[in-house]
């Protein structure tokens, strides 16, 4: 599925209009009516992130790079204090916190959409992370 086709999809699961869409990420209308339309072929990195930022997915979610919404794994509370790094919590500004195991971290009571994470969803969910930092690493 291509990036426009994406999008296209989200709005319309979450009832977002194509002249919301452009206000809320201050996109001039034009320009997000162009890209909508395919006329836009090599959209900015910026113009991406703030259409992914009101659609509350990630840049590699709506380039196809990914298959998880990384955003759908936690509330929209949380998702909003990575948007706004003057209202994010401490430890995202370099802060120390104990250590904790992603082992551990997940065991949790993790949510998802008001619902807990079965136990399979945590070992994924583990697993996803480690990923992701084994990619740190290098």
Known sequence: MELIERVRNIM???GITQ???AKEAGIP????SAFLKGEI?????EMISKIGDVLHVTTDFLLGKSDVNLY???S???AELFQHKESSPPYLHGEELDEIPIEELVMHNITRKGKSLTKEQKERLS???QAAVDLLDH
């Open 72 to 74: 759908d794994w936690i």
């Open 127 to 129: 697993q996803i992370l």
């Open 19 to 21: 002249y919301k869409l």
């Open 12 to 14: 319309e699961e979450q």
């Open 41 to 45: 072929k090599n959209p900015s990195m």
């Open 76 to 78: 929209s509370d949380e």
């Open 29 to 32: 209308h034009s320009s997000m």
